[in-house]
Structure formats: structure tokens, C-alpha cells
């Protein structure tokens, strides 16, 4: 049985998760209380119907302190089976923002009577151990709901054809770094299409933009150089039993060089017999 307990901080996206597995095939279950998971284990292991992909929520609703964290995660090590914890986690500031938008009331905030910020601060302290025992970490602060999405099923849907996912984003430096990026590489050092007035409007996505990015002699042998250090490493990573690795791409804005370096090296990967997830975080932005 594949066994997922998701978790992660309120306003992180954990519906969205549920739902994106559940569209691919788990039987979710949500708002898990620590004492029901053992039970719960019990239900999905037993009888003719045993269920093959589970995925549990358990958050801070379930979790009232550090200890009962700890002791869930004791009695899923008791039960001696195989199971992986994905954690979702954002920003302080957009948990911030999600919760105004919203006009919720965060789970710690005591009716009110709590601040966010404090009620944040004490939610990361009690769910600390399942972040640190967590096989998937995903900061969602930056993307789009769907793209968020997109990610996840990419990490469980057809996860045997490979022992390791692998993200390919795209961003710009200017709006900050993919906090999960594993390797970073940096286009800066590239023509840049953004002063070509006819190219400025156009992205990555659009032929004459590679055509301007690729032209350069500079950038055939930078991503040369770079395809040559994945084609040595990711099977190194794949070794090393590394289950997620996030290759993050970078130029200012990330709209022209960043996309056209990501999109490439996602070819390059998949020629290598890796199924890449090429994501574009800033390609939309207007600023």
C-alpha cells in the first residue's frame, strides 16, 4: 500500500493537495486526528478491498502540540510500515495574506483573541517534526494554484517509471528563489531579449526569442555545459535515493532567458529517460 500522510502549515494548500491526489487516484481522508491514525492504518490494511494508494491530512487540527506530533509519527514507526510525509509550507507573509483574503480564522488564533503572526510562529513549532521526517517539501508561496496542482500529481502520478521526480522552473531573480530549488542555475550572463523591442513583449515560449537567446555562441556552450553536469548528476542524485529533485532556472525577469535554458534542458533530461515537470513560476508577470 502506498501510504501519504500530507501535511503542512494552514493556508499552505493542503485541500488543494487532497484534491489533486484524489484525481489521481488515492482515497483521501482529511482532518486526522493523531489518536485515529493507528485505526486508520488498520481499516486500509484489512479485508478483500485493501486500498492501494491512501493519503491522510493531518495538520495542526489534529495536532494540538509538539508531543502529539511526535507521538503520531510513533505509532505509524509501530505499525513497521512503508509510508512518506509530504509537507506543504509558504511564507509567513502569504500565509498572512491567504488568511486576509480569505477572512478566515487561522486554526491557532484562539477566536481571535491570538495575532496571526503568533498563531504561525506556534503552528511551525508544533508540526517541526513532520517537516523534519517529511520525504517531499513543497513551498507553494510563489505559484499558482494550478501550478501548484501540477506539481504534486507530478511527484505520485506514474511515480514507477522512475525513482526520481524531476521539477525543471524557471524564474527570475528579481522576484527571489524557488526556496526548494536543489540546483540553482544562473543565464544572467546571456543576451538578454528583454532590450530587443520587438522580443521585450514575447516570452521563452515564443520561437523568435530562443532564436535570439540560442544564437549566441556563449549560450550553445553554457547549456552544453550545464546538460553535461545533469546528464553526470541526476543519476548520482538517483543513487543517492534522492526522491525529488527541483532544477531551478534563473534569469532577471524570468521570462525570456530562464524559460528558453528550462525548456531545453527538460528535452535534454527526458532524452536521458527522466520525466520532467517544466514549470514556468514568472513567465505571467507583468511587472
Known sequence: MNFLVVTGLSGAGKSMAANALEDIGFFCIDNIPAGLL???????????????????????????????????????????????????????????RRY?????????????????DEAIC????????????ARYIIDTSQFSAAQNRERICSLFLNKGQCAMSLNIISFGFKYGLPQEADIVLDVRCLPNPFYVPELKELTGLDQPVVDY?????DSQELLR????????????YVKEGKSQLVVAVGCTGGKHRSITFARKLGEFCEGLGYQPVVMHRDAKRTM
Not at 506556534?122 to 521526517?133: A, D, K, N, S, V
Not at 537567446?213 to 555562441?217: D, G, K, L, N
Open 122 to 133: 506556534r503552528e511551525r513549532e508544533i508540526l517541526q517534526p513532520l517537516r523534519e521526517r
Open 225 to 236: 555545459r550545464y546538460e553535461s553536469m545533469l546528464e553526470f548528476s541526476l543519476p548520482l
Open 38 to 96: 493507528p485505526r486508520l492504518v488498520d481499516f486500509a490494511l484489512q479485508g478483500e478491498n485493501q486500498l492501494q494508494r491512501v493519503a491522510v491530512v493531518m495538520d495542526i487540527r489534529g495536532l494540538r502540540s509538539r508531543a502529539a506530533a511526535e507521538s503520531a509519527l510513533q505509532a505509524l514507526d509501530e505499525k513497521k510500515m512503508d509510508y512518506d510525509i509530504l509537507f506543504l509550507d509558504a511564507s509567513d507573509a502569504v500565509i498572512r
Open 213 to 217: 537567446v540560442m544564437q549566441s555562441a
Open 100 to 116: 486576509k483574503e480569505t477572512r478566515r480564522l487561522h486554526p491557532m488564533a484562539q477566536n481571535g483573541q491570538l495575532p496571526i
